[in-house]
């Protein structure tokens, strides 16, 4: 919230959603008199990978939302980073509200997105989102609950040597 207005955000699949939706002028127009939009940097990051001819649309949908009150974020692992430094440097008279996170660039690039309409460049960007995805994705298998990992190592092991529960009625 920012005073009395809730804010926003969308992650790439909402926008997506959004320029399909046969009401989006209508939901565009709601964002922009009651809430605050927040653009994830990492979002602009995607929605310029996308491929044409949607790109065009997720843009000006984009632009049309920057037309209420809203603001670029930095990418979360930049954000995060700014808030870690600005508390490590004055721990004593850290607020969060106090550090700016705006990320000016992606507003730019959202405005005029005509100037960045290359191909060659968004495809790159699609195979770096694609490259990052599978990286992010062997990350997060290696290092994921690493206590479950160790019990269903055990647990597999000790499978192998158990014995069938002997049956009780069995007359053999």
Avoid at 18 to 36: A, M
Avoid at 109 to 137: C, G, H, M, P, T
Avoid at 158 to 168: F, K, L, Y
Wanted: hydrophobic share 35%.
């Amino acid at each position: 919230m920012i005073g009395d207005f809730p804010i926003v955000t969308f992650d790439t699949s909402a926008h997506n959603r959004l320029v399909d939706d046969p009401c989006f002028e209508l939901v565009i127009t709601k964002i922009n008199s009651e809430l605050r939009f927040r653009f994830a940097g990492s979002s602009v990051e995607e929605l310029y990978a996308c491929p044409r001819p949607k790109w065009g649309r997720l843009f000006a949908s984009c632009r049309r939302l920057q037309c209420g009150p809203s603001r670029c974020l930095l990418p979360s692992n930049l954000l995060i980073k700014k808030l870690i430094l600005a508390h490590f440097n004055d721990p004593a008279n850290f607020d969060w509200n106090a550090v700016n996170v705006r990320y000016a660039a992606d507003e730019e690039l959202i405005r005029n997105y005509e100037r960045f309409d290359n191909e060659q460049v968004s495809k790159k960007q699609r195979e770096f989102q694609k490259e990052r995805s599978a990286l992010d994705k062997q990350e997060r298998e290696r290092n994921a609950f690493p206590y479950a990992q160790k019990f269903r190592k055990s647990s597999k092991s000790t499978a192998r040597h158990r014995q069938p529960p002997s049956n009780p009625h069995s007359h053999n």
